[in-house]
């Protein structure tokens, strides 16, 4: 198949791309390089079946393919918050966008949406029936409410126009091909730790975030996308839950590190637990992580040495 992935350059779509590649399909990478890198797909430029385009999702495009993964969005909260009002733009636009060319095409399309949806959690592990607690108004809304709206065309041009939507919602994933300035918890501690700078737990370092290794992530996202079972959503996530201090610690420990940890102010809406129930995509995907936290972060490690 010809796919396009949006976001084809960032964290996730760079691993997606390659992975695509690599089961046999021509991809079409689509990317404005905002929190993207042409580092990232350095080494596919000269892959015959890969193409890159610099576009923006927020303006429409046009391009023959048989599947749509729609990744372009910044996923760090430093990075949305950037221009919050662009945020909301690519998640609504960049949806609007690539739902109607998948109506034109007959393209079956995946929105890669998150566990952000829920906001900060009253129910615990989350499900996907739970509704959420999102603040309209916060600091975090151009993000949330943006994917909350995506995940709505979604699927009204499912039952409108018959569109054929498939629909995750990821939780913190982490690995390789994160930026160094990224923001994000696992890359921040990693790179303050190789450097022996401080580690920064926002808050007393007790709330908690379920991390999931790349490779099993993408595994996920194309088992959702080649099943007939569900459309979603989906929760793709590792069930492991830990808090950002032992976190911190596990990550001291592998770098055999001389940070000490600092605390500093707790972001605006800063979700105090999260953890996904992934027992759809058990059933439906007969999907569950492999790679376990220490695991998964040692070779992160690796990764962030050769950037640093
Ligand atoms: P990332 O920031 O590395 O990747 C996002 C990519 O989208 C970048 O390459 C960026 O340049 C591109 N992009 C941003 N705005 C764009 C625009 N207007 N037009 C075209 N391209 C644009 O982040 P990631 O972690 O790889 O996240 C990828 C997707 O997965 C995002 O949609 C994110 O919301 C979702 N997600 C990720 C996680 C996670 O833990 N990594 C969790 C939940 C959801
Ligand atoms: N966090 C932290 N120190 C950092 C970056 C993040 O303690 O340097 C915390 C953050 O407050 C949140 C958790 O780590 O509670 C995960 O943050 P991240 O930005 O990775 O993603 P989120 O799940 O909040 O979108």
Redo the contacts with the bound molecule.
């Keep these: 198949m010809r796919i396009l992935v949006?976001?084809?350059?960032?964290?996730?779509?760079s691993h997606l791309c390659d992975k695509l590649l690599s089961d046999g399909h021509e991809v079409v990478c689509?990317?404005?390089?905002?929190?993207?890198s042409k580092a990232n797909i350095l080494h596919l430029l000269t892959n015959p079946k890969f193409e890159w385009m610099r576009?923006?999702?927020?303006d429409p495009f046009k391009c023959e393919v048989d599947q749509i993964y729609n990744?372009?969005?910044?996923?760090?909260p430093v990075?949305y918050q950037y221009n919050a009002i662009?945020t909301v733009k690519?998640s609504v636009m960049?949806a609007i966008n690539c739902l109607g060319l998948a109506k034109r095409i007959g393209a079956r399309i995946f929105q890669?949406?998150?566990?952000?949806v829920y906001g900060d959690p009253d129910v615990h592990p989350q499900v996907e029936d739970y509704r959420g607690n999102v603040n309209p108004i916060g600091l975090r809304a151009c993000y949330d409410e943006g994917?909350r709206c995506a995940e709505t065309l979604f699927f009204d041009y499912h039952r409108q126009n018959n569109v054929d939507i498939r629909v995750i919602r990821?939780?913190?994933?982490?690995g390789p091909r994160?930026?160094v300035q990224?923001g994000r918890v696992v890359s921040n501690f990693i790179v303050q730790a190789l450097k022996n700078n401080p580690i920064t737990i926002y808050g007393d370092g007790q709330q908690t975030r379920s991390f999931c290794y790349v490779s099993d992530l993408i595994e996920g996202f194309v088992r959702m996308m080649s099943q007939e079972e569900t459309v979603g959503p989906v929760n793709l996530g590792n069930p492991h839950e830990f808090t950002m201090l032992e976190l911190a610690e596990q990550v001291v420990d592998l770098t055999n590190s001389k940070s000490e940890i600092v605390h500093e102010p707790l972001p605006q809406d800063d979700p105090q637990q999260r953890r996904p129930d992934i027992s759809k995509a058990k059933e439906f995907l007969k999907w569950e992580p492999t790679v376990q936290l220490r695991e998964g972060l040692q070779k992160t490690i690796e990764y962030f040495a050769t950037q640093i």
């Design positions: 949006t976001g084809g350059a960032g964290f996730l779509g689509l990317d404005n390089l905002f929190t993207g576009h923006d999702v927020v990744l372009a969005c910044p996923a760090s990075h662009k690519t960049g890669a949406s998150t566990s952000e994917k990821i939780f913190n994933t982490y994160m930026m990224d």
